[in-house]
């Protein structure tokens, strides 16, 4: 009688790791990711620092893009939506989920994200619609809902304009070194992002070309 072969992994999901060992191998992670960075990550630094065997972590996670990408939204919650039914206080209620953010660990790691993003696609990839995907949804959502109210300009740029709180916020993070408190997630709304929101459009100046 012939063996029978093991079966593919091929459309079979792995058995999964749960509980206090997932949170455990996925707190490692971050870890290794924070000492080292991304390109020097490896499974076997995480099954180290874990205290679990490789095959363990194979049975989960398919390579080190997923199981980093799992970390990292195991560390930070997803962003709860906001329908205060006024657009700015939309903007400061879902945003200053962003404050108190930005200890020397989570500084670390993003700035070792920073690598994987340009190194590395196929993390890139699912990175911005498992991590971003969601932020700007919810962001999208308070434009659109602000937009049907009439509190902002109908003609107004939705891809422009959703990253800039964050783009803000952020760079005054790693590059300043300035925490994201309410006060400054508010001010930046309110002197910033509502005011830009509002106010008309001038037309463009079109040059003319003297040849």
Same mark, same amino acid.
Request: aromatic share 6%; net charge negative; charged share 30%.
């Given at each position: 009688?012939?063996?029978?072969?093991?079966?593919?992994?091929?459309?079979?999901?792995?058995?999964?790791?749960?509980?206090?060992?997932?949170?455990?191998?996925?707190?490692?992670?971050?870890?290794?990711?924070?000492?080292?960075?991304?390109?020097?990550?490896?499974?076997?630094?995480?099954?180290?620092?874990?205290?679990?065997?490789?095959?363990?972590?194979?049975?989960?996670?398919?390579?080190?893009?997923?199981?980093?990408?799992?970390?990292?939204?195991?560390?930070?919650?997803?962003?709860?939506?906001?329908?205060?039914?006024?657009?700015?206080?939309?903007?400061?209620?879902?945003?200053?989920?962003?404050?108190?953010?930005?200890?020397?660990?989570?500084?670390? /790691?993003?700035?070792?994200? @920073?690598?994987? $993003?340009?190194?590395?696609? *196929?993390?890139?990839? !699912?990175?911005? &619609?498992?991590?971003?995907?969601?932020?700007?949804?919810?962001?999208?959502?308070?434009?659109?809902?602000?937009?049907?109210?009439?509190?902002?300009?109908?003609?107004?740029?939705?891809?422009?304009?959703?990253?800039? /709180?964050?783009?803000?916020? @952020?760079?005054? $993070?790693?590059?300043?070194? *300035?925490?994201?408190? !309410?006060?400054? &997630?508010?001010?930046?709304?309110?002197?910033?992002?509502?005011?830009?929101?509002?106010?008309?459009?001038?037309?463009?100046?079109?040059?003319?070309?003297?040849?």
């Amino acid at each position: 009688m012939s063996a029978v072969p093991p079966p593919s992994d091929t459309g079979v999901s792995r058995p999964r790791v749960a509980g206090d060992r997932e949170l455990e191998i996925l707190e490692a992670t971050l870890d290794v990711l924070a000492d080292v960075g991304y390109d020097r990550l490896t499974m076997d630094a995480v099954a180290t620092k874990a205290k679990a065997s490789k095959a363990t972590l194979y049975r989960r996670w398919s390579g080190k893009s997923t199981l980093v990408l799992d970390a990292l939204l195991k560390e930070k919650d997803q962003p709860v939506p906001v329908d205060t039914g006024s657009f700015r206080d939309d903007l400061v209620q879902s945003y200053c989920q962003m404050s108190g953010e930005g200890g020397q660990r989570q500084v670390t /790691i993003f700035t070792q994200l @920073l690598t994987a $993003l340009s190194r590395d696609p *196929e993390f890139a990839a !699912e990175f911005r &619609i498992r991590f971003i995907g969601p932020k700007e949804a919810l962001g999208r959502a308070i434009y659109e809902r602000a937009k049907a109210r009439g509190e902002i300009r109908a003609d107004l740029d939705v891809d422009l304009f959703g990253p800039a /709180i964050a783009g803000i916020v @952020l760079h005054r $993070l790693y590059i300043l070194g *300035e925490q994201p408190t !309410e006060d400054l &997630i508010t001010r930046v709304v309110d002197e910033i992002v509502v005011p830009a929101a509002t106010c008309p459009t001038k037309p463009r100046e079109v040059k003319e070309s003297h040849g």
